[in-house]
């Protein structure tokens, strides 16, 4: 039997053998949290950089996309741990604020977590590191700010540079300038240069049609429908000095509201129901046609029918070239471009709602059509791109191209700044952050220089992509920084450490400070979790 003594001993260890079962748990938790994040990390590390690798996803419906953009990726990746999932978000977060540099966000955040994994080795307390990488991230911002070159928004040929820098590590990269300038000019267009603090991306509409070659990528000033002509009543597919009309009501018989039937006993009643049929059709048709409408544009109808073969005869006679299947999402931007209204009834019809262009015409692209209207006085700020490719894969990675092109020139927008690329801001911020983690004491010393090291992952992961010796090349780069050359980089194409800013490889600020910002907090956010419950 156990004396007293041992009784209260044994009551007293209860509780510090309880307290360790759970400092145990919450380190489970952080490892697997960290591991499962760092497997996505290391699955785009490859696709860094000019030279970096492509990747084919396939889905379960048999659909097959080759790109080496991280957000694009990620987004079609089937992501199950929750702590990997945050870094999915992660890169989406950097392509709605930067729309560049997801992959680099991914593979910075997967280097901290690396660094913290060996802080947490050496018994540092979670909440200390991920102090000491929020006050890094905020030094690493000076830095970034102290080394960057102001931007005019005037200059094309800086614009162009920083266009053509990202489109380099896309897999069209040797078209890069054919579609450089087409994204600066189209985001010149909407925009005025002058006092201009931000772009709205959906003032300029992309459409893809395949056959031809990415050459044949083109920007058109005006507006570019995918939808066919309804020529099936031999109406003109060509209209000079177009009046458009934007309607948002059916050329069809009225149906009622439930579903009845209508019981006809006789032939004349027939002959009357359809006598009625044709007039209401003629009367919608006459009015359309007394605006001085011959463009018909006519919204997408779930309901009912939008047209039948009797309204497209009348409009046919009448000259009127008719537009079928115009979707809800696409009614803004039609109306922006032409300067029409939207015409919800037949009583709304009149000539002040119409739309102008000089030409509206149907074009054969390949095996497919599409319709130009090209111009359009007092045009609002918007334009059009037509994506060319001899086939689906080549079409779709074009158009993701084109979108990050035009997010860069964004990023220009909203902050007028440019850096070095080619890891230049990386090492530069990793050598000053390690000489400031010396002015401070205790472990955020130690958390900061991990900070700083960690980000030295880019530059190695540029060179190792590349087929360059990464400790050489990264050694050598840093030994330039340290001479007092902040913009030295790496060269992939020549395989060395050159002026890279000579070379005219640069970035806006905005997509280095955002993808230093963002995954700091993300990996503070894991570090600050210690269990994983599931409700119900």
């Known amino acids: 039997m156990a004396t007293p003594l041992n009784i209260t001993q044994a009551a007293q260890n209860a509780p510090k053998r309880l307290e360790f079962s759970e400092k145990e748990k919450e380190k489970d938790v952080r490892q697997l949290n960290i591991i499962a994040a760092k497997a996505v990390a290391d699955m785009v590390r490859t696709s860094l950089g000019p030279r970096g690798m492509d990747k084919l996803i396939s889905s379960p419906n048999g659909e097959n996309v080759i790109t080496n953009d991280g957000a694009t990726i990620l987004q079609k990746l089937q992501v199950k741990h929750p702590a990997a999932k945050m870094l999915v978000e992660l890169s989406k977060a950097q392509d709605i604020e930067a729309g560049d540099g997801t992959t680099s966000v991914v593979v910075i955040a997967g280097a901290l977590l690396g660094a913290a994994q060996q802080l947490l080795g050496k018994s540092i307390h979670p909440s200390l590191i991920s102090e000491s990488f929020q006050l890094a991230a905020r030094k690493a911002q000076e830095i970034l700010e102290e080394m960057s070159n102001p931007l005019d928004l005037s200059d094309r040929t800086a614009l162009l540079n920083s266009a053509i820098t990202s489109l380099n590590s896309k897999v069209v990269s040797q078209y890069s300038n054919i579609l450089a300038p087409i994204a600066v000019d189209a985001i010149l267009r909407i925009i005025d240069p002058a006092t201009a603090s931000n772009v709205d991306l959906r003032d300029i509409r992309i459409v893809n049609k395949v056959g031809g070659t990415l050459e044949d990528t083109e920007l058109v000033d005006g507006i570019v429908f995918n939808q066919k002509i309804s020529s099936t009543a031999g109406g003109p597919s060509k209209i000079a000095n177009a009046k458009i009309a934007l309607i948002q009501f059916c050329l069809s018989p009225p149906k009622t509201n439930i579903e009845n039937s209508v019981v006809i006993t006789d032939y004349t009643q027939m002959d009357r129901v359809l006598r009625e049929e044709r007039n209401y059709i003629l009367n919608i048709c006459?009015?359309?046609?007394?605006?001085?409408?011959?463009?018909?544009?006519?919204?997408?109808?779930?309901?009912?029918?939008?047209?039948?073969?009797?309204?497209?005869?009348?409009?046919?006679?009448?000259?009127?070239?008719?537009?079928?299947?115009?979707?809800?999402?696409?009614?803004?931007?039609?109306?922006?471009t032409l300067g029409c209204q939207p015409i919800a009834s037949v009583e709304g019809l009149s000539t002040d709602k119409l739309g102008s262009a000089?030409?509206?015409?149907?074009?054969?692209?390949?095996?497919?059509?599409?319709?130009?209207?090209?111009?359009?006085?007092?045009?609002?700020?918007?334009?059009?791109?037509?994506?060319?490719?001899s086939n689906k894969l080549v079409v779709e990675?074009?158009?993701?191209?084109?979108?990050?092109?035009?997010?860069?020139?964004?990023?220009?927008?909203?902050?007028?700044?440019?850096?070095?690329?080619?890891?230049?801001?990386?090492?530069?911020?990793?050598?000053?952050?390690?000489?400031?983690?010396?002015?401070?004491?205790?472990?955020?010393?130690?958390?900061?220089?991990?900070?700083?090291?960690?980000?030295?992952?880019?530059?190695?992961?540029?060179?190792?992509n590349a087929g360059l010796n990464p400790i050489a090349i990264v050694t050598e780069l840093k030994k330039k920084h340290a001479e007092g050359i902040k913009t030295a980089g790496i060269n992939v194409r020549k395989g060395a450490i050159t002026d890279i800013l000579s070379e005219n490889v640069i970035q806006p600020l905005l997509v280095s400070s955002s993808a230093f910002n963002l995954a700091s907090e993300t990996i503070s956010m894991l570090l600050k979790i210690d269990d994983m419950l599931h409700s119900r």
Do not use: W
């Open 286 to 336: 006459k009015r359309i046609q007394k605006t001085g409408c011959n463009v018909l544009l006519i919204q997408k109808s779930i309901l009912r029918d939008a047209t039948t073969d009797l309204s497209l005869h009348f409009l046919a006679k009448m000259k009127i070239m008719v537009i079928q299947e115009i979707e809800r999402d696409e009614i803004e931007f039609i109306c922006k």
């Open 358 to 389: 000089k030409l509206v015409e149907e074009q054969t692209i390949g095996e497919s059509k599409i319709i130009k209207v090209t111009g359009v006085p007092n045009q609002g700020k918007t334009v059009s791109i037509i994506c060319r490719g």
């Open 397 to 464: 990675e074009c158009d993701r191209s084109i979108h990050d092109a035009l997010c860069v020139i964004r990023s220009l927008v909203k902050k007028k700044a440019v850096i070095a690329g080619g890891g230049a801001p990386e090492i530069e911020c990793s050598l000053q952050l390690v000489n400031y983690s010396k002015t401070l004491t205790g472990t955020h010393s130690v958390c900061v220089r991990a900070y700083a090291e960690a980000l030295e992952i880019v530059p190695y992961t540029l060179a190792e």
